[in-house]
């Protein structure tokens, strides 16, 4: 969350695999671009989120942690 606070970019781009682009969508991102390049022969995607998607979508999943955490706190108790 530290590079989320003081950076000053509005955008972050990034390439990855299909799989993890699946994968960072639950933190904010979106695909661009499917398949945008191959690096020996594997497909890459592009993907994107906006600074403030990528912060709300944390903090949602912290969250969440939090809430289930202490759901089984209680049930330990």
Not at 10 to 35: D, H, I, S, W
Not at 55 to 62: D, P
Request: net charge negative; proline share 3%; glycine share 6%.
């Amino acid at each position: 969350m530290r590079f989320l606070d003081v950076t000053e970019r509005a955008n972050a781009f990034a390439t990855c695999t299909p799989v993890l682009a699946r994968l960072y969508r639950r933190f904010g991102f979106t695909v661009m671009q499917k398949e945008a390049c191959r690096i020996d022969g594997e497909p890459y995607s592009l993907i994107h989120g906006t600074v403030d998607s990528v912060r709300e979508a944390i903090a949602q999943e912290q969250g969440q942690r939090r809430a289930a955490l202490e759901t089984e706190m209680e049930a330990m108790a």
